[in-house]
């Protein structure tokens, strides 16, 4: 069972950058898949940015690409989420996510594992 704890979230000014760390414990070596997602108020979750830990291919969303950056440590099972020049509708609950095989790597509803989230803040 595949256990995921995020870190990293805080409260920055608009044009301030955020690293969001993503520790994996448990059976990863089921996961072939993860992302970062995020969720704001009264929205939907919605996929940020993923990597597929075999091959390393990256996905993003239009609005973050070219400010985020997505890696992943496999020697510490840590996943990392590099932001910068941070916007206020960046504001959100981040969370990462994990699924041992995905079509759609920016689809909530393809991942199979979840951390608890850490909130991101920009004001």
């Known amino acids: 069972h595949v256990q995921l704890v995020e870190s990293g979230g805080g409260l920055v000014q608009p044009g301030g950058s955020l690293r969001l760390s993503c520790a994996a414990s448990?059976?990863?070596?089921?996961?072939?898949?993860m992302g970062w997602f995020r969720q704001a108020p009264g929205k939907e979750r919605e996929g940020v940015a993923a990597?597929?830990?075999?091959?390393?291919?990256?996905y993003y969303t239009d609005s973050v690409q070219g400010r985020f950056t997505i890696s992943k440590d496999k020697d510490k099972n840590i996943l990392y989420l590099h932001m910068n020049n941070l916007k206020v509708e960046d504001t959100s609950m981040y969370y990462c996510?994990?699924?041992?095989?995905?079509?759609?790597?920016?689809?909530?509803?393809?991942?199979?594992?979840w951390g608890q989230g850490t909130q991101v803040t920009v004001s």
């Open positions: 990597i597929y830990t075999g091959g390393g291919r990256i």
């Open positions: 996510a994990g699924a041992p095989l995905v079509h759609s790597p920016l689809e909530p509803y393809e991942y199979n594992y």
């Open positions: 448990g059976y990863t070596y089921s996961t072939y898949c």
